[in-house]
């Protein structure tokens, strides 16, 4: 990462921070590691990104309907999917520091200051991805420990090459359920929602009456004991996840896979966030379940990142828990009279991840000086009107004079229909400057003239221009700017 773009992530850190978006989780106690708490802003942001999922995924689409399963699931869950037994990243330790990384970001990070030599270093930071990437998919352990040492891979807290052999490791959390403390009442926080859909899947079908190709859709918490979770809520031990599993017939995956493969990146465009923002990213490795895979990556300022997966996840999941329950798992597809286990693409995203995609992408600070004036800056949030937290804010522009009434009517007729904010304290420029750096995109504020003509000034939060509107205007052309 340069310094420019580190500067920009720590400057977002701090902004989320300062306007109520994203508190570090238990501050009073010094935090708890990779763990976050949302503020009013942000939880209201993060709220509208769901929605504005869930929306399209559901009500846009007459074949998907949404669930909302349970954390905690039957402990079996995790044996069928293959979580207890594969859920595990190769890991590496330094005896020096002390240290634990993930063999895979520890080599990713010498590419990088590779890559940071020129045109020499970025052929060999090519040539040690390469190689990485070929022992991964083969699981080669012993390889990859060859591969750090010959590199002279150093730790950086210690700065020696003094490791560990490789070592796998669980993600899952685990905890106890009734007051026995035996195996038997090991239970796990779900690592991933999508367990949740499988094992519903009949009762859906059923209830739901739903003929293939359908989905089913839920967003909920999912925890996994990361062990590298330095980046803010990039890589978080508790997160939100928004999964829909996409049920079709067995032979029919690569064009569902095609389909929703551009679908999604759609979606992400559908917010206005330029394209080239975006990239996709073929799996080399593939997960214990997937038959092809890949991630949708958008550029944060510490990289091209993943903040989607699309997996085609054949029957495994439904065929294991069919094995593991014995409780038949088939579809009777009357279009060609044949049972079988559906196949399953799946789309999931990180919600927090998509909301750390949306402030990198809306945190801007604007130079505002003029030619021969005082130094000017503002710090704007350009948050998409759909997703922004407060759409509108009413500002009189003094505290009297019968403003404040005219303004409080306006709240009365806008707030039942989006997110509105009322302020009348301090000077409307300092106001204005607030309502950017949290995002809204419309700020109207009644001055004397309003109670002339009933018109008021409706201020753009993106290019700052101003217009005049009449009092009865304002709902509509709100209404028809945020959708
Ligand atoms: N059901 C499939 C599944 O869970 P994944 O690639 O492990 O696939 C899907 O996770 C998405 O969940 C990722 O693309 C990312 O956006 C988000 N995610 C995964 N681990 C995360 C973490 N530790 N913190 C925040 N988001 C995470």
Not at 141 to 167: H, M, P, Y
Not at 354 to 371: I, Q, R
Not at 396 to 425: N, S, V, W
Request: net charge negative.
């Amino acid at each position: 990462m340069s310094i420019q773009d580190n500067n920009r992530f720590q400057a977002i850190i701090s902004h989320a921070k300062e306007y109520g978006f994203v508190f570090q989780s238990s501050e009073i106690y010094d935090g708890l590691s990779a763990v976050y708490d949302y503020g009013p802003y942000g939880s209201e942001l993060k709220k509208n990104i769901r929605d504005y999922w869930w929306k399209s995924m559901t009500q846009m689409h007459d074949n998907i309907v949404g669930i909302d399963a349970a954390i905690f699931m039957h402990p079996t869950t995790w044996k069928a999917s293959g979580h207890v037994d594969n859920f595990s990243d190769p890991m590496i330790d330094n005896k020096d520091s002390k240290k634990r990384y993930r063999v895979d970001h520890l080599i990713e990070a010498h590419a990088d200051k590779l890559k940071e030599k020129g045109a020499e270093g970025e052929g060999q930071a090519a040539a040690l991805l390469d190689a990485m990437d070929q022992l991964l998919a083969k699981e080669d352990f012993a390889g990859l420990k060859q591969l750090i040492d010959d590199n002279k891979i150093v730790c950086s807290v210690s700065e020696t090459c003094n490791w560990t052999d490789i070592r796998q490791f669980n993600l899952m959390f685990s905890t106890e359920i009734g007051s026995v403390a035996d195996d038997a009442s090991t239970i796990y926080l779900r690592p991933e929602t999508a367990q949740g859909i499988f094992v519903n899947f009949l009762n859906v079908q059923k209830t739901a009456r739903m003929k293939i190709p359908f989905g089913i859709a839920q967003t909920g918490k999912a925890f996994r004991n990361e062990i590298v979770a330095r980046q803010f809520i990039f890589r978080m031990r508790e997160f939100e996840q928004m999964e829909m599993q996409f049920f079709i017939r067995p032979g029919t995956q690569k064009e569902w896979y095609e389909y929703w493969k551009e679908t999604r990146l759609k979606w992400h465009l559908s917010l206005g966030i330029p394209a080239e923002k975006y990239r996709y990213h073929d799996h080399v490795k593939l997960a214990h379940y997937a038959d092809a895979a890949l991630d949708i990556e958008y550029e944060f300022p510490i990289g091209f990142k993943e903040v989607e997966g699309i997996h085609s996840r054949t029957d495994y999941d439904l065929g294991r828990h069919q094995q593991f329950s014995n409780k038949k798992l088939t579809y009777f597809d009357t279009e060609i009279n044949q049972h079988y286990v559906p196949y399953v693409i799946e789309t999931s995203i990180g919600l927090d991840r998509m909301f750390l995609l949306v402030l990198s992408h809306a945190y801007d600070e604007e130079d505002l000086t003029k030619e021969g004036g005082p130094k000017d800056s503002r710090v704007v949030l350009r948050i998409p009107p759909a997703i922004a937290p407060i759409k509108l804010a009413v500002l009189p522009l003094t505290k009297k004079d019968g403003l404040p009434e005219i303004a409080r009517q306006i709240m009365d007729d806008c707030r039942p229909h989006f997110r509105c904010f009322y302020e009348e304290k301090d000077a409307i420029g300092r106001r204005y400057r607030r309502q950017d750096a949290i995002g809204t995109p419309f700020c109207i504020t009644v001055d004397h003239q309003t109670k002339d003509d009933g018109t008021v000034t409706i201020r753009h939060r993106d290019s700052m221009l101003q217009e005049r509107i009449h009092i009865t205007e304002i709902r509509n052309k709100l209404a028809h700017e945020i959708n």
